[in-house]
């Protein structure tokens, strides 16, 4: 228990600078005979002004796109809401509701657009080792022309030296009906890093970063006006985290 | 753009400061601000116009950090090598990267109970009562909690850096 009227709730508000002139007086002057304890507070102080300082970088920083742009997600995930709006119609509908059961379960999504045919594109390609692409990085600007002018769409092939990838080259494949293009990327340990990219498969102008699993691989993927990109690679979450900002920065120089 | 949405935008850098000194990771800390942002904007019915918005925000972000420390076990403050090498080739002069650093060191050793009140109060500069009100817990504990978690953090910045190293390692 504090001595006198001075509570630790004083205290914590003199470390802060909270208190009414008055107030303040008070606890200084209850201070001024405690040294030890005014030392600790003192240093405390300090503490705060080094926290405050040590971050304050973070508010001058550019804000990136992809919080200006989040989208609202409802309290419901889209997954059980799907799922909810069915058994719903099943209920009122009968064999109505087994024919929209079919027609949601079946609906394209960028799931089934965009990471799975990424991710098999990434299995199938991964484990080569004299052809992994069918064109090389020495040819790069062919290669991103060709891509670029088979996908009606400039493309590029960031660049991802910075954090230790190197352009293997790229190739050419199908996304349903339509082309799409594929970047290899690879590390000095061997290690395979894969681009995808095709049409924007949906209505949406934007999507934030989504992150998905599909077995052993990681998955980042986005949807930016005309393309749709999928980032694969054997990693974790966290390690291919920072590769899909690089990717994103060298896609949005 | 409803009016709404405007004023949660505004919000946005100091969301990210506030996530950034929690995780001690700049790009931990955007995936908190985004997830905050999405269930924010999902939810903006459940804000009572007139009310603290940025309070109202910190709640949303203070429960998507608790499921997150609770899905990973602390998982999501540990400061591996890899994150100390990105703070060190971090941009700036090197004595404001190494202050970041030492700050952010120290701040990995509170638990994120006295962590979480001490930022919001002592960088977010909430009052207490909205500290308070952020957490869901009473004043008294956000009273206690800071006295506790100032204690050990100026206890461990004058302990020097060295201390805080050798633990992470």
Redesign the interface.
Known sequence: MQPGPIRDADLQAWVDDRLEPERRAVVEAWLAEQPERAAALARQRRANERLRAAYAHVLREPVPDRLTQARPRGAVSPGLRRIAAAVALLLVGGVAGWVVRDHVATRPTLESELVRPAAFAHTVYLPEVRHPVEVTADQEQHLVAWLSKRLGSPLRAPSLAASGWQLVGGRLLPAGPGPAAQFMYEERGGNRLTLFIRHNPGSREATAFRFAEEGEFSVFYWVDGPLAYALTGKMSREALLPIAELVYAGLNP | MTPVRGLI?EQ???L??YA??LTGD???A??L??DC???A????RLWKPGTNIRAWLFTIMHNLFVNDLRRNKGGLRSLDDATLA?QESAD?DGL?AM??RD??RALAQLTPEHREV??L???EQLT?QEAADALGIPVGTV??R??RG??R??EV??DGPGRGLRRVK
Not at chain 2, 41 to 44: A, N, Q
């Open positions: 935008v946005i850098p100091r990210r400061r950034r000194a700049q790009s931990r955007d995936d601000v985004q942002l999405e269930r904007l999902g939810r903006t990105q700036g404001a202050e970041l700050i952010d001490l930022l109060v002592a960088v207490y009273m206690s800071l006295a100032r204690a953090l100026a910045l004058e």
